[in-house]
C-alpha cells in the first residue's frame, strides 16, 4: 500500500509540475516585459502588471499548499475522525494536475458537508477513493467519454463514497473477480492491483469497496460511522 500511495503521487507529479510551470510564467511574463522596457530606456508602469503577478503568486501558492496537504496526508495513518465530503474535495483539487481530468472530464459532484464522520486512517481512505478515481480516469480515456460524478450520502449506519463514469464498466465475466491481486487485462503500468489495495486498506477500519450497476453502474466506498 505504501508503494500504491508512492505511485499515486507520481501518476500526478508531472501535471503538478506543469501547474507550477504555467504560475511561474504569470510571474515571469510581466517582469521579462518590464526589464525589457528599462532596458529600451522607457518608464514601466508597473501597476498594469501587479493583477497579473498577482494572480501567479495565488496559483503558485495553490499548488504548493496541494503538494504539502499531500505529504501530510500520505503519512497520516493514525485513526481520526473524517468527513468523507472533505476528503473527497480535498483529493480533487490534487487531482487537477491530472490533465484529462483538469481539460476533459466533466466532473459532477454531490459532496454536502456536515454528515457524521467516520473513524479511520486518512491515507487508507483516500488510497481507496483515488484508486477509484484512477480508474473511472482511465475508463473514460478508453471510452471516449468525459462525464465523470463523485457522491457521498450516509444511510444505515454507513457512509458512502460513490464514483461512477461513463465508461462501458466492467466486463461481465470479469466482475467476481476484479477485487482480485493482479486481475484485470490492461497494459503497464498498470498491475491489476488498484481495486484490491482499496478494498484491503478499508478492510482494518470495517469498510471496503464495491461495484454497484443500480441505480446506475458505480463503485462504493463504504465505511461505518463513528459512533455518536
Known sequence: MRRERLAQVGRLLKGTVHNISGAMQMLRLPLDLMELRLAQGGVQDISS???AMQQGMTRLAQEVDLLGARSAHNSDVRATLLDLSRLAEQELAFWRADMFFKHEAQLEKDLPLGGRPVRASYADVALAFNALMANALDSL?????????VGHVQRDG????????Q??????????MMFEPFAGDKEPPHDGLGLYLARAALTPWGGGVAWRSQPRPHFELALPLASA
Open 158 to 165: 454507513q457512509a458512502l463514497l460513490t464514483v461512477a463514469d
Open 49 to 51: 502588471k501587479l493583477a
Open 141 to 149: 480515456r478508453d471510452s471516449g467519454q468525459n462525464g465523470l460524478a
Open 167 to 176: 465508461g462501458p464498466g466492467p466486463r461481465p465475466e470479469m466482475i467476481p
